[in-house]
């Protein structure tokens, strides 16, 4: 079930910056956690980054540590994912999601809700 809406993909050059956005739609995401995925053409979905249900831990997978950014703002059902110095690399449909069943943050299973996705592209 859609129950979240990305916004702010589009199409970037190599070292450029754009900042994501997802909302909760008809519900509340407050005290779950959050994550971003995306997903390649050819790939398996990978989490890319993600936010406890407090805003106390984050996690980044390598490839974008030091590069993206995920925030939460629960009294406006918003989480963010700012991506900086983008890579030809990043070039996916960014998906953000929620958990209910709370786990670390590290795990990437569980995810029970999600939005349609909202494409990235980056050119070389």
């Known amino acids: 079930q859609v129950q979240l809406e990305e916004s702010g993909g589009g199409l970037v050059q190599d070292g450029g910056s754009l900042e994501l956005s997802c909302t909760a739609v008809g519900r509340t995401f407050s005290g779950n956690d959050l994550g971003w995925f995306r997903q390649a053409p050819g790939k398996e979905r990978e989490l890319i980054a993600a936010i406890s249900w407090s805003g106390s831990s984050t996690y980044y997978t390598d490839s974008v540590k030091g590069r993206f950014t995920i925030r939460r703002d629960d009294g406006k059902n918003m989480v963010y994912l700012q991506m900086n110095s983008l890579k030809p690399g990043d070039t996916a449909v960014y998906y953000c999601?929620?958990?209910?069943?709370?786990?670390?943050?590290?795990?990437?299973?569980?995810?029970?809700?999600w939005g349609q996705g909202t494409q990235v592209t980056v050119s070389s």
């Open positions: 999601a929620g958990r209910t069943i709370l786990r670390p943050i590290t795990i990437s299973l569980g995810y029970d809700y």
